[in-house]
C-alpha cells in the first residue's frame, strides 16, 4: 500500500492517482492515518483484501493488536507484515521507562 502525507499530496496530486490504479492510496495528516483514496475501477472484493493491511497496521499502531496478530489479519506473512510497517513509518518497538530499566540492567550485565 502506498502512503503520502497532504503536503506531498498537494504537490504532487498526480502521483497519488498513478498508485491508486495499482493499490488504495493511504494519505497520512502528520503520522496518522486520516484518508484513503481508491480508483473507482477497482472492484469492492479487491479494496477489501486490500485494506486488510491497512487495518492491521492501525489497530497494530495503536497496541490494540500485537505484531503476529495484526499480521495474521493483514493475510501478509510476518515479514511481509514488518516490512509494510516499516513503508508506514510506524514502529516496531514502543520505548517507555521499563525499557530504560531494562537496557540498564543489560548493560550493567554486559560489564
Do not use: C
Amino acid at each position: 500500500m502506498y502512503a503520502t502525507n497532504v503536503r506531498n499530496l498537494k504537490r504532487n496530486p498526480s502521483e497519488a492517482l498513478r498508485h491508486a490504479e495499482l493499490e488504495p492510496v493511504l494519505i497520512l495528516k502528520g503520522n496518522e492515518p486520516n484518508a484513503m483514496l481508491f480508483n473507482l475501477k477497482t472492484s469492492l472484493g479487491d479494496i477489501n483484501e486490500q485494506l486488510k493491511p491497512a487495518l492491521a497496521a492501525s489497530l497494530f499502531k495503536d497496541r490494540v493488536l500485537s505484531l503476529g496478530a495484526a499480521a495474521q489479519i493483514s493475510g501478509l506473512s510476518l515479514s511481509e507484515f514488518i516490512d509494510h510497517l516499516t513503508q508506514l513509518d510506524i514502529d516496531l518497538v514502543v520505548v517507555d521507562q521499563q525499557t530504560a530499566q531494562e537496557l540498564k540492567v543489560l548493560d550493567e550485565w554486559l560489564s
